[in-house]
């Protein structure tokens, strides 16, 4: 009798810790949901805001393309002036599986910008989503002080090195529309540069997206 | 995510581009124009003389490219070859729709927004 007790109350807590251990299971599967559906919603919403930006990147290009047209002439920025004979790109992307969190494996993007290819080491600009690496010399950033001059460091000759690679490339870019071209033309130059950094960014979010979307349906 | 093959690692890949004179001018000045040997190039220019069949067959050219990583559409021009684009699935090439200059970007058109908007549809909130 009073093994039989004893059976029972084993069987009861054996019942009840399942129970306890279906429970925790349970709300961790809530959990992992609500963050695929939060993680959805951010990439959404930064989507959004990321194409609403380039929206507003490319019409100031188009502007300034426009004003250069019209302050140089029909004839001197078209299409049939485009070089087709076989250049190599001078910007180029990078596509990785990167994993993320609960979304798993996701590609993302990256873009390396004016990277020369005529002979050595590439010297061009790698551009990620970081706003660290933004174009621009930091020794133009710096204060003038009177007095001792600090020797410019091996990094700062190679930033400085890298920064007139970037100026001749952009500078052949446009040498297609001749040799002396409207400040307007180099304007629009860098609106579409921004506006193809931001697409970098849209498509990492646009594949953020679709990476919760799918976790979240699969249910 | 489970089943998924692993996306091939792509180094020095392109953007592809089917838009307007002007966009793709654009970002020609900005470097990703490339022509290889054969003179093929990684954008098409879409005027008023593009047939359809020309921006399918870029479409369907571009996205089986192994070097391209974005293909850059403006939506004007997506929406003439939508049953492609909405029926392309895979991540990479990423596709993007850009507005142009005469016609701005609808939310309600792009292929990405339109796969994911039965998540807040009537019907999928009534099936939870």
Same mark, same amino acid.
């Given at each position: 009798?009073?093994? %039989?007790?004893?059976?029972?109350?084993?069987?009861?807590? +054996?019942?009840?810790? %399942?129970?306890? *251990?279906?429970?925790?299971?349970?709300?961790?599967?809530?959990?992992?949901e609500d +963050?695929n559906v939060l993680q959805f919603l951010d990439s959404l919403d930064g989507y959004l805001? /990321?194409?609403?930006?380039?929206?507003?990147?490319?019409?100031?290009?188009?502007?300034?393309?426009?004003? @250069?047209?019209?302050?140089?002439?029909?004839?001197?920025?078209? =299409?049939?002036?485009? $070089?087709?004979?076989?250049?190599?790109?001078?910007?180029?992307?990078?596509?990785?599986?990167?994993?993320?969190?609960?979304?798993?494996?996701?590609?993302?993007?990256?873009? =390396?910008?004016?990277?020369?290819?005529?002979?050595?080491?590439?010297?061009?600009?790698?551009?990620? &989503?970081?706003?660290?690496?933004?174009?621009?010399?930091?020794?133009?950033?710096?204060?003038?002080?009177?007095?001792?001059? +600090?020797?410019?460091? @091996?990094? %700062?000759? !190679?930033?400085?090195?890298?920064?007139?690679?970037?100026?001749?490339?952009?500078?052949?870019?446009?040498?297609?529309?001749?040799?002396?071209?409207?400040?307007?033309?180099?304007?629009?130059?860098?609106?579409?540069?921004?506006?193809?950094?931001?697409?970098?960014?849209? @498509?990492?979010?646009?594949?953020?997206m679709l990476?919760a979307f799918e976790r979240i349906t699969?249910k | 995510?489970?089943?998924?093959?692993?996306?091939?690692?792509?180094?020095?890949?392109?953007?592809?581009?089917?838009?307007?004179?002007? &966009? #793709?001018?654009?970002?020609?000045?900005?470097?990703?124009? !490339? *022509?290889?040997?054969?003179?093929?190039? !990684?954008?098409? #220019?879409?005027?008023?003389?593009? &047939?359809?069949?020309?921006?399918? $067959?870029?479409?369907?050219?571009?996205?089986?490219?192994?070097?391209?990583?974005?293909? /850059?559409?403006?939506?004007?021009?997506?929406?003439?070859?939508?049953?492609?684009?909405?029926?392309?699935?895979?991540? *990479?090439?990423?596709?993007?729709?850009?507005?142009?200059? %005469?016609?701005?970007?609808d939310p309600a058109h792009d292929s990405v927004l339109s796969r994911v908007k039965y998540l807040f549809s009537a019907e999928s909130v009534s099936q939870r």
């Open positions: 009798m009073a093994g %039989d007790e004893g059976a029972e109350i084993y069987e009861e807590r +054996e019942e009840s810790m %399942d129970a306890a *251990v279906d429970k925790e299971t349970e709300i961790k599967t809530e959990g992992k +963050e805001t /990321l194409m609403d930006s380039v929206n507003s990147k490319l019409r100031e290009g188009w502007f300034d393309l426009a004003s @250069a047209r019209h302050s140089m002439g029909t004839l001197r920025i078209n =299409s049939t002036l485009l $070089d087709l004979k076989y250049h190599p790109a001078a910007s180029t992307f990078q596509v990785t599986d990167q994993e993320v969190g609960s979304l798993g494996s996701v590609p993302r993007f990256a873009l =390396s910008k004016w990277v020369s290819k005529g002979g050595g080491s590439p010297k061009g600009k790698d551009f990620s &989503t970081d706003t660290d690496s933004e174009i621009g010399s930091p020794l133009s950033q710096q204060l003038r002080h009177r007095g001792v001059s +600090e020797k410019p460091s @091996a990094k %700062d000759e !190679n930033t400085l090195a890298a920064d007139e690679e970037i100026k001749k490339e952009r500078a052949k870019s446009l040498s297609v529309f001749g040799g002396l071209v409207s400040p307007k033309l180099r304007g629009a130059q860098l609106s579409f540069e921004t506006a193809l950094e931001t697409l970098v960014e849209i @498509a990492n979010m646009r594949a953020s990476s699969e | 995510m489970a089943g998924r093959a692993p996306i091939p690692a792509r180094n020095s890949a392109l953007i592809a581009m089917i838009a307007d004179e002007d &966009t #793709i001018v654009g970002f020609l000045m900005a470097g990703v124009g !490339n *022509v290889d040997i054969r003179r093929k190039t !990684n954008y098409l #220019i879409v005027d008023s003389k593009t &047939t359809v069949r020309q921006i399918e $067959d870029a479409f369907k050219e571009f996205s089986a490219r192994d070097d391209i990583a974005i293909i /850059l559409l403006s939506q004007y021009i997506a929406n003439m070859i939508r049953f492609l684009v909405d029926s392309y699935n895979k991540p *990479v090439p990423a596709i993007l729709e850009i507005p142009s200059k %005469d016609h701005p970007y």
